[in-house]
T-cell receptor, first 117, second 112 residues
Framework: GAVVSQHPSWVICKSGTSVKIECRSL??????MFWYRQFPKQSLMLMAT?????????EQGVEKDKFLINHASLTLSTLTVTSAHPEDSSFYIC?????????????FGPGTRLTVL | DAKTTQPPSMDCAEGRAANLPCNHS???????VYWYRQIHSQGPQYIIH???NNETNEMASLIITEDRKSSTLILPHATLRDTAVYYC?????????????FGQGTRLTINP
């Protein structure tokens, strides 16, 4: 199956700093990538849809100025958590849609655990 | 996307078949049934999907009722590594509007 990677796998930062998370599709091109957040014992919550070469589409309640998304190439999307605070501590997961496959299956990265002190 | 209903938890003995049900009574004709699973502290893993016909791959089988209002994911010989949360999602392949919406899923525990 298609492989999606994320970097870093975990990060600890101080409150007020910014953190960038990378999502890469390794063996396929992805015109669309998605960013999710998951808090302990909860399900995945979609944050935004990232489209290559255009602005991301954010879900209701997600601050676009706080969670900056850049999708500059067909294999890379980045999520930057700006001025992170402890309440931003969470498990961030990306997925990429294999647009070359007719069934449009999404494949997920392994996730990035962010801890803000 | 159609709402899906799954039991919150299930147990299964190692080596037995695990049958995970999903109700999607409001599913529309263009919505596929997708199954993913999430092992603790990992990203979701794609398992299988189908529209009307039953499907089988190296991981599992998907049985969809004729009226498409429910489906069952079958893990034929469950192992301890199959312990995970399993998500059933009804998903329409509409250009420009594809969003997977995750419910609470079924927490499957495989017991030795």
């Amino acid at each position: 199956g298609a492989v999606v990677s994320q970097h870093p796998s975990w990060v600890i930062c101080k409150s007020g700093t910014s953190v960038k998370i990378e999502c890469r599709s390794l063996d396929f091109q992805a015109t669309t990538m998605f960013w999710y957040r998951q808090f302990p014992k909860q399900s995945l919550m979609l944050m935004a849809t990232s489209n290559e070469g255009s602005k991301a589409t954010y879900e209701q309640g997600v601050e676009k100025d706080k969670f900056l998304i850049n999708h500059a190439s067909l294999t890379l999307s980045t999520l930057t958590v700006t001025s992170a605070h402890p309440e931003d501590s969470s498990f961030y997961i990306c997925s990429a849609r294999d647009s070359a496959v007719s069934t449009d299956t999404q494949y997920f990265g392994p996730g990035t655990r962010l801890t803000v002190l | 996307d159609a709402k899906t209903t799954q039991p919150p938890s299930m147990d299964c003995a190692e080596g037995r078949a695990a049958n995970l049900p999903c109700n999607h009574s409001t599913i529309s004709g263009n919505e596929y049934v997708y199954w993913y699973r999430q092992i603790h502290s990992q990203g979701p893993q794609y398992i299988i999907h189908g529209l009307k016909n039953n499907e089988t791959n190296e991981m599992a089988s998907l049985i969809i009722t004729e009226d498409r209002k429910s489906s069952t994911l079958i893990l034929p010989h469950a192992t301890l590594r199959d312990t995970a949360v399993y998500y059933c999602i009804a998903y329409a392949l509409i250009q420009g509007a594809q969003k997977l919406v995750f419910g609470q899923g079924t927490r499957l525990t495989i017991n030795p």
